[in-house]
């Protein structure tokens, strides 16, 4: 666990163990493109301005193709938050700034059966040789955010909140291997090793669009 994950967690509990006697304190569930989460919402003593702290988690699972080569993919969201919201008088309207600790990471397997060669950095290498290729993305571990949102709720109770947003997490990191690698002579590896980091490179090209991350969704609350 990283320094703002556990001030995130420092945070939460200050919220929960203050909410009840100084101001307004809510928790909620959510689901959006973060994953599923939860989240707890203080409001100060302070109009019309609230902070809330939560988590967010999912992995999903697909098969794609990334510069020629077809992968199955695991996106592994996974982030803690926390925000200031800002509101806006007689309005479900209000701002919002954050900052993320960001475990999002991008897992890659490439989807070639043995007998078969990969093109690999306009290389073709022998499966039967290198192996499979097997990579994962990372992103910045402290990722800001900001975003609008709308709280809707009857009697100041419960309620449903929507969320929109982007989360800058910055352009990803791959780090990439054949999974037969340490077999090889060294000769091959000389061979081979150029063409996996030009492929390396070009996955990073093929994922910098997930720098920024757009952030739906939908929550439902309940206030104290």
Sequence with gaps: MDVFRIKTALAAIALFASGTALADFGVGVKAGTLGLGVEGRWEPPVPWFDFRVGLNQYDFAQEIKL???DYDSTLMLD????????????SPLRLTVG??????????????????ELNVGGLSVPVADAGALRGTATFDDTAPYVGVGFDFEVLG???INFDFGVLWQNAPIVGLE?????????IVQDFVGPAIEAERRELEDDLSAFKAWPVVSLSFVYNF
């Design 79 to 90: 982030n803690y938050y926390l925000t200031g919201n800002l509101k806006f008088p007689a």
């Design 178 to 186: 054949a999974t037969s690698w340490d077999e090889l002579p060294p």
């Design 157 to 159: 109770k419960a309620g």
């Design 67 to 69: 510069s020629g080569i």
């Design 99 to 116: 900052a993320y600790s960001n475990g999002n990471e991008v897992e890659l397997y490439s989807r070639v059966p043995d007998g078969f």
